[in-house]
């Protein structure tokens, strides 16, 4: 899907603040309020637009043990450990990826001893051959995806 200058302007604002008003983007892009209507119920048809969401600080809300598991289903269980790992409400973050592991989720729980129950939970998935543990000892970026947008707005890729 082509993207013009607006479009990507708009995918910007967006992304720093999913909750702007119409009115607002409008006329920070300098264009009229149904303009903003019409593209974004383009981009949400064409799948640009996935949601509108919020970034929450885990920690703030009392989660502060945070751990990326890699995680080695047997070759004919992957797709059943991936319709698992999508019910657990602790892991907040999956990806399939290549390699020997390749399910890495991220969890998120109050302290060591519910990681320490909720590993076990995953381990338990039918399917489930091995796990390699990390801790986060430290968030270094989060989705900065804005800086993205702005690089497409400059040219670069």
């Known amino acids: 899907m ?3 200058e607006i479009d990507l302007r708009m995918l910007s604002l967006l992304l720093k603040n999913s909750r702007i008003p ?3 983007l409008a006329k920070e892009l300098g264009i009229g309020e149904s303009t903003v209507y019409t593209r974004i119920n383009r981009l949400i048809k064409a799948g640009v637009l996935k949601s509108f969401t ?3 600080d885990y920690s703030k809300l009392g989660y502060a043990t945070e751990a990326v598991l ?3 289903p047997y070759p004919q269980y992957i797709a059943q450990v991936k319709t698992s790992l999508k019910k657990l409400p602790f892991v907040v973050e999956a990806s399939l990826l290549t390699g020997d592991y390749p399910i890495m989720v991220t969890i998120v729980v109050r302290n060591n001893d ?3 129950s909720k590993i076990d939970e995953v381990a338990r998935i039918d399917g489930v051959a091995d796990i390699n543990i990390k801790y986060v ?3 270094i970026t989060t989705k900065e995806k804005s800086k993205l947008i702005s ?3 400059k040219g670069k890729s």
Request: aromatic share 10%.
């Open 137 to 139: 000892l430290e968030r």
């Open 54 to 56: 919020v970034s929450l």
């Open 70 to 72: 890699e995680i080695k």
């Open 22 to 24: 119409y009115r607002r």
């Open 151 to 153: 690089a497409l707005l």
């Open 2 to 4: 082509y993207l013009d």
């Open 114 to 116: 519910e990681l320490a």
